[in-house]
């Protein structure tokens, strides 16, 4: 729903949720708004606090502190039932007993006619219509787990939640089925939060992303955004390769550790890494750049890595993409001399010296 503004409407307000478990401190002050209709992802290494937010959601876990609203009430104490929210776990959860149909039905109230077309819907609309009377064991685990996503989707929740609902998966079932899943919400208009590690998962995925470390929000934003303009060392590092060279900034210019040479133009005095992503080098084997040495090749397909060392800027090495077309005209091996540039509208610096 769009309000006469041109803005979506709020499904959730969720307005300084904390979470303790005894001392360890899992959430620190969540403050998220969720819209009707986005696709959200939340995002985080192991331990990040992403899955608790999300149990935290459904209601099978409670809050320490703060609260969750929907529609102007507080549904921070309701039960998950309560909630009408749709659920899919990483497990499927799937009865063994019960056959694909039963499994789908078992979430609709009432029976008969009006159930038994739900079903054959729900089915059809994950692309499972024939498979009504089997069993989960009879099935593969990508059919398993559209058969738990039919099941989530038959009482047509306001909000699906899937928590690491892939991760079980095949690398190419994966792909075929987040596509799937990705297709079937935009048609339905289901607002969607998905939990997951998989920083390539949550960029195809998702319209905004919530980056999380440590049970705080490092960042809200487009996948654009959270690739393009990382908020901190951490966004920057954890999601997609990144290159962050340490130097300093002095005199309105960036200068790395070890070197004279400046890099690039800066306001203000301390610290700093210089964020440029592989793809952004520029590598040519002769002209004008920065000489560098080659000290790795690594093929991956569509692109080669190449691994450099840049004397001239205090010996550091950088990553860089090439595409397979450029590579077949450079003349690149290990020891071979590189010249590199880099566009200074597609470099970052953010404060800091530390580790990301």
Same mark, same amino acid.
């Given at each position: 729903m769009v309000s006469s503004s041109g803005q979506t409407a709020l499904l959730l307000a969720i307005r300084g949720l904390g979470k303790t478990?005894?001392?360890?401190?899992?959430?620190?002050?969540?403050?998220?708004? &969720?819209?009707? @209709?986005?696709?959200? #992802?939340?995002l985080g290494p192991s331990g990040c606090g992403k899955s608790t937010l999300l149990r935290i959601i459904t209601g099978l876990e409670r809050q320490s502190a703060g609260t969750i609203g929907q529609g102007g009430r507080d549904i921070s104490a309701l039960s998950p039932a309560q909630r009408g929210f749709g659920i899919l776990f990483q497990s499927y959860a799937l009865f063994p007993n019960l056959t694909v149909r039963q499994n789908v039905a078992y979430g609709l109230n009432g029976s008969g006619r009006a159930a038994e077309a739900r079903v054959a819907e729900l089915l059809e609309m994950v692309g499972l219509p024939d498979i009504g009377g089997?069993? =989960? #064991?009879?099935?593969? @685990? /990508?059919?398993q787990q559209r058969v738990a996503l039919a099941r989530a989707l038959a009482p047509s929740p306001k909000l699906l939640l899937l928590d690491e609902p892939l991760s079980a998966l095949d690398a190419k079932v994966r792909v075929h089925l987040r596509e799937q899943i990705?297709?079937?919400?935009?048609?339905?208009?289901?607002t969607t939060i998905m939990v997951t590690h998989d920083q390539e998962e949550a960029l195809a995925m !998702?319209?905004?992303? &919530? &980056?999380m470390n440590h049970g705080t929000v490092e960042q809200v934003g487009t996948p $654009?955004?959270?690739?393009?303009?990382?908020?901190?060392?951490?966004? $920057?590092s954890f999601v997609g390769k990144m290159n962050l060279v340490p130097g300093q900034v002095a005199g309105g210019?960036?200068? %790395?550790?070890? #070197?004279? *040479?400046?890099?690039a133009e800066a306001q203000g005095e301390g610290a700093a890494r210089l964020c440029v992503r592989p793809e952004d080098i520029e590598v040519s084997d002769a002209g004008s750049g920065t000489a560098a040495r080659v000290e790795g090749v690594e093929f991956? /397909?569509?692109?080669t890595r190449l691994r450099l060392a840049v004397p001239g800027w205090g010996g550091v090495v950088l990553s860089a993409d090439v595409a397979a077309?450029?590579?077949?005209?450079?003349?690149? !091996? =290990? /020891? *071979? !001399? &590189?010249?590199?540039?880099?566009?200074?509208?597609?470099?970052?610096?953010? %404060? /800091?010296?530390?580790?990301?």
């Open positions: 478990f005894g001392r360890y401190v899992a959430l620190k002050t969540i403050d998220l708004d &969720v819209h009707e @209709g986005e696709f959200l #992802s939340f089997k069993f =989960p #064991s009879q099935l593969s @685990g /990508g059919q990705k297709d079937l919400q935009r048609r339905l208009g289901i !998702a319209d905004r992303i &919530v &980056v $654009a955004e959270i690739y393009g303009h990382p908020a901190s060392l951490f966004v $920057a210019a960036f200068r %790395p550790h070890g #070197s004279t *040479a400046t890099i991956l /397909g569509a692109f077309r450029q590579m077949r005209d450079l003349a690149i !091996a =290990p /020891g *071979a !001399a &590189v010249r590199i540039t880099l566009d200074p509208t597609r470099l970052q610096l953010l %404060p /800091g010296g530390g580790d990301a």
